[in-house]
């Protein structure tokens, strides 16, 4: 990954990719935590993609697990 010029291996792991679209991130646990989002969205910015999910196993419905993160920051074509 290249951020500002600068070469930057390992930087992050994201858990899933979709046709360098989309960024998956999955976790299990009780509860999501803000921090959660704000990864998401870190991950959204650097590769400059506009949209994620954060998918919560551990809650007691896959609707209640689900969260979508949108970067305000993507400029198309930029």
Do not use: C, W
Not at 14 to 41: F, M, N
């Amino acid at each position: 990954m290249n951020y500002r010029g600068i070469a930057v291996d390992n930087a992050f792991k994201v858990d899933l990719l979709v046709e360098d679209t989309l960024i998956i991130e999955l976790k299990s646990i009780e509860r999501l935590a803000p921090v959660h989002a704000k990864q998401v969205l870190t991950y959204l910015r650097l590769m400059q993609l506009p949209l994620g999910l954060l998918m919560n196993f551990g809650q007691t419905t896959f609707k209640d697990g689900l969260r979508r993160v949108a970067n305000d920051y993507y400029a198309p074509g930029g």
